[in-house]
């Protein structure tokens, strides 16, 4: 698997710093509570590696909420969920206690479409406006099975690519150890028109 240079590491880290602020500033909103999100990180992987994450150990995910990128480069989001968090991030939004919520069912899958979308929307925005570049958003996919959701990745993001530029952050709520996993996804051939924009952006 070929290593990414320590100066698209970088450039994309930078873009992610600015565009993951503001995801947990309005997910915070969203919920009405206080939302913490880890620096997030950057490397290359296979899409297997992707759906391996996704797939293993007691954080497996179950919601699969995916975006397609289009524009100057493409790529996807996709934002993950444990049952757990699931589950819980349904109340939040619903403004009821945590443990409220028992099943996913169509008006739950709603509730977390929407949440999706407004989280890449948040994101995109502040990232088209700092990189100067032009990036759209898709409808949202969402996808909700208890065995795993590897297939739904597979479905969604196995056609771009064998593998991704992942820039990925964890958020999450202290008050109910909710966690929301965003990762996203580019082609490595977004590489170039990233750091260009980084770089241009960097020399004002």
């Not at 240079?5 to 947990?24: S, V």
């Not at 500033?25 to 999100?37: A, F, G, P, Q, Y």
């Not at 444990?82 to 169509?106: C, N, W």
């Amino acid at each position: 698997m070929p290593e990414i240079d320590e100066m698209t590491k970088g450039a994309f880290q930078e873009a992610g710093n600015i565009g993951m602020g503001h995801l947990a500033t309005s997910l915070s909103k969203m919920v009405d509570r206080e939302v913490k999100i880890d620096i997030p990180k950057v490397d290359i992987y296979p899409l297997q590696r992707i759906i391996a994450e996704a797939s293993e150990g007691a954080q497996k995910s179950v919601v699969g909420v995916h975006l397609k990128i289009s524009g100057d480069v493409t790529g996807g989001t996709l934002i993950l969920l444990p049952k757990y968090s699931a589950l819980s991030f349904v109340d939040l939004l619903r403004k009821k206690p945590i443990g409220t919520t028992h099943a996913i069912q169509e008006e739950e899958i709603k509730k977390l479409r929407e949440m999706g979308m407004r989280l890449c929307a948040a994101y995109m925005r502040v990232v088209n406006e700092f990189l100067g570049i032009n990036l759209q958003i898709g409808e949202p996919e969402i996808s909700v099975d208890m065995e795993g959701v590897g297939n739904f990745i597979r479905e969604t993001v196995g056609s771009m690519a064998d593998e991704f530029i992942v820039v990925k952050g964890v958020g999450y709520i202290p008050s109910t150890n909710s966690r929301n996993e965003f990762n996203m996804l580019f082609e490595p051939g977004a590489s170039d028109v990233i750091v260009a924009a980084i770089m241009k952006k960097m020399m004002g």
